[in-house]
């Protein structure tokens, strides 16, 4: 069978790697997003959308690399344990933050009057 080769890579190999690079994409500016953000509930939206997608995302590319067989099943049994855990385990953490008196954070209204006048 003839294959067609781009940069060196079957199509397949490189519809794989597009995939995984953008899932690390999605993974990389999570954890910007709980380094940089300011309380930790911005850092569990952060965690829990960033992470589900980028892992969803690179499942997707392992599958392709793969092709249809056992992997792929195996890979697709640990995407929908993923895909139900995390947003759970975000919404649970969430809810016991709030239960136990966590604050979110609030900008300030000097702050914010700053933010709007350099909007302007």
Request: glycine residues 10%.
């Amino acid at each position: 069978m003839n294959e067609v080769f781009i940069f060196g890579l079957t199509i397949r190999e490189l519809i794989a790697t597009v995939l995984l690079l953008i899932g690390f994409f999605f993974i990389a500016i999570s954890a910007i997003g709980v380094i940089r953000l300011p309380d930790f509930y911005s850092r569990l939206h952060s965690s829990g959308i960033g992470e589900t997608l980028g892992l969803m995302i690179s499942f997707l590319g392992l599958a392709v690399f793969e092709g249809l067989n056992l992997m792929t099943i195996k890979l697709f049994i640990v995407f929908l344990l993923v895909f139900l855990a995390n947003p759970i385990g975000t919404h649970i953490l969430g809810q016991a933050a709030i239960k136990s008196g966590l604050v979110p954070w609030e900008i300030e209204e000097e702050e914010a009057e700053k933010d709007a006048e350099s909007h302007h």
